[in-house]
């Protein structure tokens, strides 16, 4: 582990690869809040076996006041300090762009694009007082690589990675670093609506034959957010090298 001694956000901590990042960086030695708009049981386990190094608020990430609140009561309980910020919520999509409905297209762009902006922005600040921080938005390859039925999604991931690049350009100076990793397809509720036979196909065109895991990628974003690397303004692929 490269991160520990640090208070971190990680947003949607309450399954898949937000709950394995804030529970590895809880057992690091870390100070970790997150959020989610459901309580899970892993949530409560966490909060019981790390008192008060570990906070979560049931919270929508589209909710302006409400992630403003979230990151004030962060920096109370963990001294004022906010060393890194993981922007790992977000919502998938899995339709054509003709069949989706501009109900789902708006959700998506909130979520995905609104919400990750929101809590940079807010967490900058904080930041720049301390002349220091990591902001790391977990993107995908979607961002950077087509793929049908995942339109709406890719733009929101592209537009993190876009965004990044110019974000570490007006914040660089003040010692914060932004970075993006985009994993490729992994096991989790959001890829669930791959088919075993879609997912045999994404294997087979892997060079090293198999799909990412949830510790595969949090051990690049360790990486990133320790803070130990000057690597500023970057993609990092955890895709076993489809893209390559
Ligand atoms: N799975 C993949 O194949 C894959 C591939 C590349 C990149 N990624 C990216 O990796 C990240 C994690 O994905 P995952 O597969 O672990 O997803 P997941 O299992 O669906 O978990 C998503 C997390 O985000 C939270 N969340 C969603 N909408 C939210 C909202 N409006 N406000 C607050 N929290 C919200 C969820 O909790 P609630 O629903 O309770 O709010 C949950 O904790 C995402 O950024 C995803 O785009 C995933």
Request: net charge negative.
């Amino acid at each position: 582990m490269y991160t520990t001694g640090q208070s971190i956000i990680v947003s949607g901590g309450s399954r898949g690869l937000g709950l394995h990042m804030v529970t590895q960086l809880l057992e690091a030695g870390n100070k970790v809040a997150t959020f989610a708009r459901s309580y899970t049981k892993e949530v409560g386990a966490l909060s019981e076996k790390y008192g008060d190094s570990f906070y979560f608020a049931p919270l929508d990430a589209v909710d302006v006041n409400g992630v403003t609140a979230f990151v004030n009561a962060v920096c109370d309980k963990f001294d004022g300090q906010l060393d890194s910020v993981v922007n790992n919520a977000a919502i998938g999509q899995d339709q054509l762009l003709m069949h989706t409905d501009p109900e789902t297209i708006q959700q998506i762009v909130n979520i995905n694009i609104v919400g990750p902006t929101l809590l940079t922005r807010i967490a900058i600040k904080r930041m720049l007082l301390q002349g220091s921080g990591n902001i790391c938005n977990i993107s995908s390859i979607c961002g950077s690589r087509g793929y049908a039925g995942l339109s709406v999604y890719a733009g929101s991931k592209g537009y993190l990675d876009a965004m990044m690049r110019a974000l570490a350009r007006e914040v660089g100076e003040a010692g914060i670093f932004v970075n993006c990793v985009a994993p490729g397809f992994f096991e989790s509720e959001m890829s669930s609506v791959l088919r075993p036979e879609q997912l045999d196909t994404i294997k087979r065109r892997t060079p090293s034959g198999k799909l990412s895991n949830d510790e595969n990628i949090f051990k690049v974003v360790d990486l990133v957010i320790s803070g130990t690397t000057n690597m500023q303004g970057q993609v990092v692929f955890v895709d076993g090298g489809i893209t390559s």
